[in-house]
């Protein structure tokens, strides 16, 4: 040891310590300088330009032809492959030689025609080991080829990450040669490193900050730059400071490498395919050299996209899947929206994805894993619970920009009542670097000190990709168990979750949704993904149940289960957290209403095969059939089809799950009358409403006859439009800020008054249109149906608007503190007031098919067919219909949308009224084809109660000679009901969402029906056999 007097002057110590391994100032003379030895070039270097991302083995046969680095190439979304001719000079035996790749691409090595390794700037991944030690016998000449995508880790972005992307940007590579890499001196700068975080991050007010402050000053005495046989003893002192042990009560972090990878988001699904590759490759070459390393990976889709286009490398992953290194996690296709998917999407992700962890990898996955989306519905734990589910992981809610989330371990209680122990990373991160910060504040900000003392830290580059290094291992390592830091463990979700529930006595619960303060634009941004999503979730789930109903009727008919797995991945797909949240460029948007239509197509043939099967086998087609894929009785007015006898409309009754043929229209109790009054106002009536419309096609009233009520707010108008400013802080796709509000403007210069369309008999129609500014306009033609009781609004808006909120209010004669909105399989309620932080904060909220506001006896409920965003404030219902945010793509939302709408007022409670149905029948349209009029009406299923809802009829996953039907208690309510069927069950037994049968459970089926028992809002499945 030196014993020159150290000064009391923390500062300049610090700085003298930071100067040493600085790699900006004094590289002449620190150790940073002394990181890379002497450097060679590479023998040749030639490129192929391409548009396309075509295979290693068709691109190795392109005419390549000689690059200069610096050189520029491109435009973006382009490929561009190198190949690499070099030679390792003899005279650096016994060195570790590095190909020194920097490029602003994001590149893969091909080595032997394999995938190698990622190479990407800004995953601080430069380095190419060609060896770690040269030995005259090992080959020095190598030819490698460089896969190189014009794209960043998060895509182009032109001035700033979310902007939209730059079409035009050229790359280029900067360098490209050998170089001699100092192991000795690499290590040396990571024990400099860590020391003089722990001296910044633990502060002046721990003496262990000061310990490790003359450590670190006491190692620049000792170390030499230029002498490495100073090295040892300079590494050794650091290693003293490192591993003096901590007591038994510290707090342990459980590290994960994990490598978050967006399926779409500023970049199109291909590229996700590469950014897979690259990244996960590069985690294999991890393992290999670090046994210990354990690394989580989610998303089924993600390792299907592996295993088609890189089986090799699929197949060195399922290798360290074997060895608990390679860790799935996550259980569902893709890491989806935790909003907006319906209930029967929800639990698809985990079937689909279940399934495929379990016949890849020969296990289920244990924790739901969703670190990054934007709030997470009360339904989930139910969901996760039937798919065979106890663990969560996410840490989005520490996004939230009003109410700090106050658990960070802790039991999540969903809408019936089922928990699973809930991890949110206390780092608020889902990719550190290892860095002591990242320890520091894993320890700092965990909520529950005290309470559970094991936390989770996954570190690896993510969203674009990238994942860990090695560098955030040598990192790790050298602090697993260093007196003042917490412990530090290389783990696995199953340890990390094991500890937390073997020590859970002291835990919180916290009950019902995990709504995220943050990004509640996202329920609306792209119109045309959420309509594409709602409308194709209706398709699939009715070409199942006619596919089902025509499997039980015709033995020779084909369920087109493989067809059906392929749709139903596409729309599990466009469910992911940046694509239906509309966050993505435009060129995902293009992806995914490709997939749509792919979906539309296909499903349409789908469901015209099995419901021909349903109507006939007559040759004679001379009568509109219906088919109604909704466990109700249905009367509703259709447009009969061209080629039946009587084209027109009728007022049809359709069975239960079944098909009736409309040969004449029945005669409504009442039928609709439209009538035009002096004042220019048009009042139509159906004997349960009377709705009198403006000029403008506001409503002064909607009366509910029977009841004797006003459901539209006094000296108020119902179906108002109203343009809103909405400019956010930075997340412009995702946010609409609370500021919003106040730039309320109603839409109210009319284009064209109202003029009747139909004038009444069946059906009641006016249309009007309407300026929402100079360039843009709404054009709506209001429905009353005989014997309906809503009013439905089909909506034709030309948008044009830049930083513009349009929505449609209903203020209504009701007063209540909460309103109900509709989500997976269940309702919940959210205050109409704005008393605490935690209520106002949700001024914008999400639904699906229905909101309500009640009071005793009396409620309005406003319906839609492809919407999501809702606000109730005090008397207001309102639906948030059309955004106009600028990226990340800059034309979203531009154009024609059309969608529909319905208010209705009711007596009684909601659930009383058939909201919940009538939500349903808007959704799904009845589905008419010709037929003989012989026909007999035919019914296949009926529950006797309106609390259950028939959600799913399909064919078992795993039975082709069994239907699995899925039900769920929709009230809230505790019921005993009996579900009846014509078809010919032979046994029932319940099942969980992954269809595997309790073996004790079965359904008995007597001459009645099944007798089943729900709990509030349960969730059951049956397997049926047939
Ligand atoms: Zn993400």
């Known amino acids: 040891m030196h014993h020159q007097p150290v000064l009391k002057n923390r500062r300049t110590l610090l700085e003298r310590a930071e100067k040493f391994i600085s790699d900006i100032y004094f590289t002449d003379c620190n150790l940073r300088g002394r990181l890379y030895g002497n450097t060679c070039p590479l023998e040749s270097l030639s490129s192929f330009l391409s548009l396309k991302r075509i295979p290693f083995l068709e691109a190795v046969k392109k005419d390549f032809v000689p690059y200069k680095v610096g050189d520029t190439f491109g435009p973006t979304w382009w490929t561009c492959w190198f190949e690499v001719s070099l030679r390792i000079p003899d005279a650096w035996k016994g060195k570790e030689v590095h190909l020194l790749w920097e490029s602003d691409g994001e590149a893969m090595v091909w ?43 998060f ?7 979310i902007a939209a992307p730059d079409p035009d940007r050229k790359y280029s590579v900067q360098k490209a040669e050998l170089v001699v890499f100092n192991r000795n001196v690499r290590d040396l700068l990571t024990d400099f490193e860590m020391l003089v975080d722990i001296v910044k991050l633990l502060g002046e007010g721990d003496q262990r900050g000061y310990q490790a402050l003359f450590i670190a000053n006491e190692m620049v005495n000792l170390c030499e730059p230029t002498n ?171 996004w939230n920009l009003v109410n700090d989330f106050p658990h960070n371990t802790f039991f999540w209680e969903g809408l019936d009542g089922s928990q699973v122990l809930t991890h949110f990373p206390p780092g608020n991160s889902y990719e550190m670097k290892g860095k002591v910060e990242d320890l520091v ?68 619960t916290w009950t019902g949704e995990l709504f995220l303060e943050l990004h509640n634009g996202t329920y609306t941004t792209q119109a045309q993904i959420k309509l594409g999503n709602r409308q194709c979730e209706t398709l699939l789930h009715d070409i199942e149940v006619a596919s089902s109903l025509s499997l039980c009727m015709d033995k020779t008919f084909q369920y087109p ?144 006859l029977k009841a004797n009520r006003e459901a539209i707010s006094d000296g108020c108008l119902g179906n108002q439009f109203v343009l809103f400013d909405d400019v956010p802080l930075y997340w412009d796709a995702w946010d609409v800020m609370d500021y919003h509000l106040q730039t309320r403007k109603p839409v109210m210069e009319v284009v064209r008054p109202i003029q009747v369309g139909s004038s009444g008999g069946l059906r009641g129609s006016v249309s009007f249109t309407l300026r929402i500014s100079d360039k843009s306009t709404v054009t709506q033609e209001i429905i009353v149906d005989a014997m309906c009781p809503y009013i439905k609004f089909n909506t034709q808006v030309e948008w044009r608007e830049s930083h513009k909120f349009l929505k449609v209010e209903f203020p209504v004669r009701v007063r209540s503190p909460n309103a109900s909105y509709e989500i997976q399989f269940g309702h919940l309620q959210r205050p109409t007031h704005r008393n605490t932080s935690w209520d106002w904060a949700r001024f914008e909220v999400w639904g699906h098919k229905w909101a309500d506001l009640s009071e005793h006896g009396f409620g309005v409920a406003l319906l839609n067919d492809c919407k999501y965003g809702y606000s109730v404030h005090l008397n207001v219902l309102t639906l948030s219909l059309l955004r106009a945010p600028k990226a990340p793509d800059a034309n979203a939302d531009m154009g024609t949308h059309q969608f529909t709408y319905a208010i209705m007022p ?18 799904f349209p009845l589905r008419l084809s010709l037929a003989s009029s012989d026909l007999a009406p035919v019914s296949a299923f009926s529950v006797d109660s309106t609390a259950v809802i028939l959600e799913t009829i399909k064919q078992a996953e795993d039975r082709k000679d069994a239907l699995l039907i899925r039900m769920y208690e929709s009230h809230g309510s505790s019921v005993t009901t009996c579900l009846s069927t014509s078809l010919p069950v032979k046994e029932a037994w319940y099942c969980d969402l992954l269809e595997r049968p309790d073996p004790d459970h079965p359904a008995p089926i007597t001459a009645s029906g099944m007798t089943l028992t729900f709990l509030p809002f349960q969730i059951v499945s049956l397997l049926l056999y047939l």
């Open 111 to 153: 080595k032997d025609g394999q995938p190698f390794q990622g190479l990407t700037k800004e995953g601080e991944k430069t380095s190419y080991i060609l060896t770690e030690c040269l030995k005259d016998e090992e080959p020095h000449s190598v030819t490698l080829y460089v896969e190189m995508a014009c794209n960043g880790l």
């Open 155 to 161: 895509g182009a972005g032109n001035g700033s990450m």
């Open 228 to 398: 490495p046989s100073t090295f040892p003893k300079t590494h050794n002192l650091a290693q003293k400071f490192f591993t003096q042990r901590n007591g038994q009560s510290q707090h342990t972090v459980h590290a994960m490498g994990h490598c978050h990878i967006d399926s779409a988001w500023l970049w199109p699904y291909e590229e996700t395919i590469r950014k897979c590759a690259r990244s996960w490759v590069t985690v294999i070459r991890l393992m290999e050299k670090n046994p210990e390393f354990v690394f989580t990976c989610s998303q089924a889709q993600q390792f299907q996209w592996v295993k088609s286009w890189y089986p090799g490398l699929f197949s060195q992953i399922q290798h360290y899947v074997q060895r608990g290194q390679f860790i799935p996690v996550g259980g569902t296709w893709v890491e989806m929206d935790g909003n907006l998917p319906s209930g029967e999407s929800m639990v698809r992700q985990f079937l689909e994805g279940q399934r495929f962890f379990q016949q890849e990898f020969g296990n289920y996955c244990k924790e739901f894993w969703l670190p990054d989306t934007f709030g997470y519905s009360a339904q989930l734990p139910q969901i996760m619970q039937g798919s065979g589910i106890t663990r969560f992981l996410t840490q989005k809610l520490s």
């Open 441 to 508: 504040n894993t320890v700092k900000n965990n909520k529950d000190k005290g309470r559970a003392n094991h936390s989770a830290a996954l570190f690896g580059f993510g969203d674009g990709g990238g994942g860990p290094t090695q560098l955030m291992l040598d990192r790790l390592q050298r602090v697993q168990d260093t007196d003042g830091l917490p412990k530090v463990q290389m783990s696995s979700p199953d340890r990390l979750f094991s500890q937390l529930q073997a020590d859970s006595a002291l835990l919180c």
């Open 561 to 704: 289960f493989k067809q059906l797995q392929e749709l139903w991945r596409l729309l599990l797909l466009n469910q992911f957290h940046d694509v239906i949240p509309g966050s993505c460029i435009e060129m995902v948007v293009e992806d995914a209403m490709r997939y749509y239509q792919d979906i539309r197509n296909k499903g349409a043939t789908l469901l015209r095969e099995a419901c021909s099967v349903l109507v006939s086998k007559e040759k004679m087609r001379d009568c509109t059939a219906v088919f109604n894929s909704l466990p109700w009785e249905r009367n509703e007015v259709i447009q009969l089809l061209e080629g039946a006898t009587d084209p027109g409309l009728a007022l049809v009754r359709v069975p239960s799950v079944g098909v009736a043929t409309a040969k004449e229209s029945l005669q409504p109790e009442t039928p609709v009358t439209v009538a035009k009054q002096d004042d220019g106002t048009i009042l139509m009536e159906n004997g349960i409403l009377r709705t009198v419309v403006n000029k403008d096609g506001t409503l002064a009233s909607l009366y509910m």
């Open 906 to 923: 009711h007596t009684g409670s909601f659930q009383d009224a058939s909201v919940i149905q009538h939500a349903y029948n808007l959704n």
